[in-house]
């Protein structure tokens, strides 16, 4: 499917003192291949039920009820009107298209992979692999050893709002570390021709900025949460199990390796 650009709507309600009426218009633009090769589809609602629809590239009205027939066959005896009314439309996609083209566009993740913890004794190791400011919302994080992807010791949050159109994902695999072995996060996302590899090496357990401790901090406290989360639910559980009601509030404090 095309991308979609919803450039604008318009609301008109008419109120009476026992009825509502609601009646609004939607106009969509589509870019098919290029910004330059753009689709309008402009629909008509009543009442939340769709009255007719015009599209564009057909220059014809489509009727989806008794009553849009009338003005669909009224519409389509008009083509030359409808194609001067439409082609002032797709000017307007254009202009207002080419301000909000990073929403229309997929734009690639940056991608961090970092050691959160070294192993050291029984404990294993910690990797996290961090993907930041990318469009749409779909990714998938995979962690491979070698050429072997890892099913085991890994938890990943959902994608994160920035609050301003772009996502954030991140995923954490626990391991205990190998003699030259290669360790490597899979990222794909549409921002991407093909799955991008990034390989972990000890050398990456360099001094980080501030700002990547801060972002790093924000992915691990998501993931420290979704542990909390289902640790109180387990808690819960038990309690009914044993005949108890009350939940206990449990404080994780920190503590230094």
């Known amino acids: 499917m095309p991308p979609v650009l919803h450039l604008t709507a318009f609301l008109w309600v008419l109120s009476a003192t026992v009825h509502s009426y609601y009646f609004f218009y939607s106009v969509e633009c589509r870019t098919l291949g290029s910004p330059q090769n753009i689709e309008v589809l402009i629909s008509l609602v009543y009442n939340k039920g769709k009255v007719l629809t015009y599209n564009s590239t057909e220059n014809e009205v489509v009727a989806y ?8 066959k009224d519409f389509n005896s008009k083509t030359h009107w409808l194609h001067s009314e439409a ?3 797709i000017s307007d996609c254009r202009e207002y298209g080419g301000q909000l083209s990073p929403v229309d566009r997929a734009v690639r993740p940056r991608v961090m992979l970092r ?4 192993a050291s004794g029984d404990q294993p190791a910690v990797l996290m692999c961090s ?8 990714i998938k994080l995979t962690w491979l050893r070698g050429s072997e992807k890892v099913t ?3 938890v990943s ?3 994160l709002t920035n609050g301003d159109w772009y996502y954030q994902v991140h995923s954490q695999l626990e391991f205990t570390p190998e003699p030259a072995e290669d360790i490597s996060c ?3 996302h549409l921002g991407f021709r093909e799955p991008a590899l990034f390989h972990w090496s000890h050398s990456d357990e360099a001094s980080l900025s501030e700002s990547d401790r801060d972002r790093i901090a924000v992915g691990a406290a998501a993931l420290l949460l979704g542990g909390v989360t289902a640790l109180t639910g387990l808690v819960y559980y038990k309690r009914k199990l044993t005949g108890w009601t009350s939940v206990q509030v449990l404080e994780l404090g920190s503590r230094t390796q």
Do not use: I
Not at 65 to 72: H, Q, R, T
Not at 115 to 118: E, G, I, N, Q, V
């Open 65 to 72: 009820s008794e009553y849009g027939e009338k003005w669909a």
């Open 87 to 89: 082609e002032k439309v």
């Open 115 to 118: 050691s959160l913890r070294p």
């Open 131 to 138: 993907a930041y400011d990318f469009y749409p919302k779909p």
């Open 152 to 154: 085991t010791d890994v």
């Open 157 to 159: 949050t959902e994608e």
């Open 186 to 188: 899979m990222v794909e």
